[in-house]
């Protein structure tokens, strides 16, 4: 019988999380580094429901739903921002929006 | 044995789009990758007896949020980004200091853990609509409203935040 055991799927989450702050801290476009707060939070949720699974209760399921709310609220907002950004400075690269920078 | 095989699949494909979303130069094609990553991830849910979250996440993430993203993307005519210097300690420290953030979570894991089961495909299907619904409202029901209030305000944020100054 092959099944899977659950710690490929945490393993696989804490992959993806690890990717996800590569990509935060590496790209320089403010797109690219919102999607990996994104993946971030998708890597969670895998969590979420894998020890949904372990526990057989569905709690962890309600919990990355409502991350998966919060993360769509979020992206209306950032977008947002994102856009008014550009709208003011012309630019999307994240190193050149420093102006709170000492 | 079809389970293993398709989690292999799944894991392989959400791993090498998210290389490939930090990779690339070009938003859209980071974009494009977080989109298998997500549809991957819904199939893992699957896997996980979790359905109503798989869809959740196939018309939530994948079509709402990625759309948005796109969408974005596109009225901005956002091309490759440019290369700037970056500081001496990302350069050195960055990809070993990764490296060993997964390799502690992985034995955290495998070795500190209590002993995991194995995932069985079907034999738990809790995850139903009727049971997450059940839930939701009755023993989650405040932090559902709380939520829903979160959700207007966002949409109140992103109309001021976005809106044309009419003069």
Redesign the interface.
Same mark, same amino acid.
């Given at each position: 019988m092959g099944h899977v055991p659950l710690s490929w799927y945490l393993v696989l989450s804490a992959i993806l999380f690890a990717l996800g702050v590569a990509g935060f801290v590496y790209r320089k476009s403010v797109i690219t580094v919102f999607m990996s707060i994104e993946l971030m939070l998708n890597s969670v949720n895998l969590s979420f429901v894998a020890f949904s699974y372990q526990l057989q209760r569905i709690d962890g399921q309600i919990y990355s739903f409502f991350v998966m709310v919060v993360a769509a609220a979020e992206a209306a907002v950032g977008l947002a921002i994102i856009l008014t950004i550009f709208k003011n400075r012309g630019t999307l690269q994240i190193d050149e929006v420093d102006s709170m920078k000492l | 044995?079809i389970?293993?095989v398709l @989690?292999i699949i799944c894991?392989i494909v959400? /791993?090498v789009c998210? @290389?490939n979303?930090?990779l690339q130069k070009h938003?859209i094609s980071?974009?494009l990758s977080?989109i298998g990553?997500?549809s991957s991830?819904a199939v893992?849910?699957l896997?996980?007896?979790?359905e @109503?979250?798989a869809m959740?996440?196939m018309i939530?993430?994948g079509g709402? /949020?990625m759309v948005?993203?796109v969408f974005?993307?596109m009225?901005?005519n956002?091309g490759s980004?440019?290369?700037?210097s970056?500081s001496w300690f990302?350069q050195i420290a960055?990809?070993p200091l990764?490296l060993a @953030?997964?390799g502690i979570?992985?034995f955290l894991?495998?070795g500190v853990?209590p002993p995991?089961?194995? /995932?069985?495909f079907g034999s738990?299907v809790?995850?139903t609509a009727e049971?997450?619904g059940q839930?939701?409202f009755t023993t989650?029901l405040l932090?559902f409203e709380i939520?829903s209030v979160?959700?207007l305000?966002?949409?109140l944020?992103? /109309?001021v935040?976005?809106r044309k100054e009419i003069d």
């Open positions: - | 044995m389970d293993t @989690f894991a959400a /791993v998210g @290389f979303l930090v938003p980071s974009a977080l990553v997500m991830l893992l849910y896997l996980l007896g979790a @109503f979250i959740t996440q939530v993430y709402a /949020v948005l993203f974005v993307i009225l901005l956002a980004e440019k290369a700037s970056k990302a960055g990809v990764l @953030f997964v979570l992985a894991i495998r853990l995991l089961g194995t /995932v069985a738990w809790g995850g049971h997450v839930l939701l989650y932090p939520i979160l959700i305000i966002a949409i944020g992103a /109309v935040l976005a």
